[in-house]
């Protein structure tokens, strides 16, 4: 399946791969001519690969006085910090998981946990690579909490990379979400931040790589 959010970039992109491939056989010689229609032919099945929207397979059960938290996204585990501050809105120490998605990842970006969204919000930046440290303050980012069954508040935020030029959020304030379903879409380098409890238990290792909306992440006491 292609996701909704590669249908309007997919039909103009394909216009204009045409009027290319069109152009560089008036203006060049048709062997140079092959060789850019071969490239341009590959970079537009990329495109079709890079807005992919595969369907997942996932039964997660929440087990009394658990929460099971799932990957927001699919990539590889960066960095896990076991206690960062978080000052936007938690204001406190927390576990931070950073998920780093390449071109090559699916870039759908699921609610790792269910539960009501109580604080959503975009902030406009950069587009510094996305695994490094000052990209989570510097670069443009979104920010949503979910409030989960006992009163806890899960943070996760959505970080533009260099490649990125644009992240939609589909999260709403005072909805009622469940984790598998889709919080946003990343367009085309990114990175996605998770804070957990203090006392939750990390269930990946860094340089893991993990599937969004099924990989297990950890589990917090309720």
């Not at 008036?26 to 032919?41: A, G, N, T």
Request: hydrophobic letters at 45%; one cysteine or more.
């Amino acid at each position: 399946m292609i996701h909704k959010e590669g249908f309007t970039f997919l039909i103009y992109s394909f216009i204009i791969i045409l009027l290319l491939i069109f152009i560089s056989f008036l203006f060049f010689y048709k062997k140079i001519s092959f060789i850019i229609s071969i490239f341009l032919i590959i970079l537009y099945f990329f495109f079709i690969f890079f807005f992919r929207n595969p369907k997942k397979y996932f039964y997660i059960k929440d087990y009394p006085n658990k929460e099971i938290v799932i990957s927001p996204a699919d990539g590889k585990i960066i960095k896990i910090q076991k206690k960062i501050f978080e000052n936007e809105f938690l204001k406190k120490n927390c576990i931070c998981i950073s998920i780093f998605m390449s071109p090559f990842n699916v870039h759908v970006n699921r609610f790792p946990v269910s539960g009501k969204v109580i604080y959503t919000k975009y902030h406009p930046g950069k587009f510094l690579i996305a695994w490094l440290k000052k990209s989570s303050l510097n670069n443009e980012r979104t920010t949503t909490v979910v409030q989960i069954n006992n009163g806890k508040n899960i943070l996760f935020r959505q970080i533009a990379g260099f490649l990125a030029r644009r992240i939609t959020l589909y999260a709403k304030k005072n909805s009622i979400v469940k984790k598998g379903e889709e919080f946003g879409f990343i367009k085309f380098g990114s990175r996605v931040d998770l804070f957990l409890p203090l006392n939750s238990i990390i269930l990946v290792k860094k340089g893991e790589k993990v599937s969004g909306g099924e990989t297990l992440i950890s589990i917090i006491p309720l």
